[in-house]
């Protein structure tokens, strides 16, 4: 079993919708929970994250992290065609080094 | 402030060879991660280099090997290079290990091809 669980997509939606993203881990030890945005031919860049359990919105974005069932979210409102990219979730154990990404959903916004 | 510079972006090697990849970490950062990015999955975790010493290691075999300098850049050296080490190698570097997660900031990555 993967550390982190992530549904590939791909994902297709218009200009405007709000779009869900999720993911899901398998160790409690867990205490942040991070969302990447990764566009084509680039590197990983933060979005947002989270420090345990709870919710955190910057923008149009907003984070979930509900850790009794092991479940991350991304809800991105109003979605742009500039938010077209492959959306990758990522967990830390408090006093680790390493991050455990997930495999990344690609999304499309259509205009 | 310059951001994190990796080099080649891309180059293509044949298998059984060996390769040396590059990365300048962002100013202030003295911690250096990388990571291996097969196409169409997250990134791995290869190992991490604080001040000059390994830092913590992922599931990769010995011929994955890394050294860090006194100015913080680091290098990724890959020997005797397999098709499936054909992947796209992201460099991260941070201030201070991985906290704040906020300020660890990915590379745009070496696109590496194996044939």
């Known amino acids: 079993q993967k550390e982190v669980e992530q549904d590939p997509g791909p994902l297709s939606v218009p200009e405007g919708a709000i779009v869900s993203l999720n993911c899901t881990y398998s160790?409690?030890?867990?205490?942040?929970f991070m969302w990447y945005r990764q566009y084509s031919r680039k590197g990983p860049e933060l979005l947002m994250y989270?420090?345990?359990?709870g919710n955190k919105e910057d923008g149009r974005f907003t984070a979930q992290v509900d850790k009794s069932s092991k479940y991350i979210s991304l809800f991105i409102r109003d979605s742009q065609p500039s938010d077209s990219a492959t959306y990758l979730c990522?967990?830390?154990?408090?006093?680790?080094?390493?991050?455990?990404f997930g495999t990344g959903t690609s999304l499309t916004v259509i205009p | 402030e310059t951001g994190v510079t990796q080099s080649p972006t891309h180059l293509i090697k044949t298998r059984g060879q060996q390769v040396t990849l590059r990365c300048s970490s962002q100013?202030?950062?003295?911690?250096v991660s990388w990571y291996q990015q097969a196409l169409g999955q997250g990134p791995q975790f290869i190992f991490q280099?604080?001040?000059?010493?390994?830092?913590g290691r992922g599931n990769f075999p010995p011929r994955f090997s890394g050294l860090q300098f006194p100015n913080y850049s680091s290098e990724l050296n890959v020997n005797a290079l397999e098709l499936d080490d054909s992947a796209l190698y992201l460099c991260?570097?941070?201030?201070?290990?991985?906290?704040?997660?906020?300020?660890?900031?990915f590379g745009s990555g070496t696109r590496l091809t194996v044939v």
């Open positions: 991260a570097s941070s201030p201070g290990g991985n906290k704040p997660v906020g300020g660890y900031t």
């Open positions: 160790n409690s030890a867990f205490q942040y």
């Open positions: 989270t420090y345990s359990s």
């Open positions: 990522a967990t830390l154990v408090n006093t680790g080094n390493q991050f455990y």
């Open positions: 100013s202030g950062h003295n911690t």
């Open positions: 280099y604080y001040r000059e010493e390994e830092n």
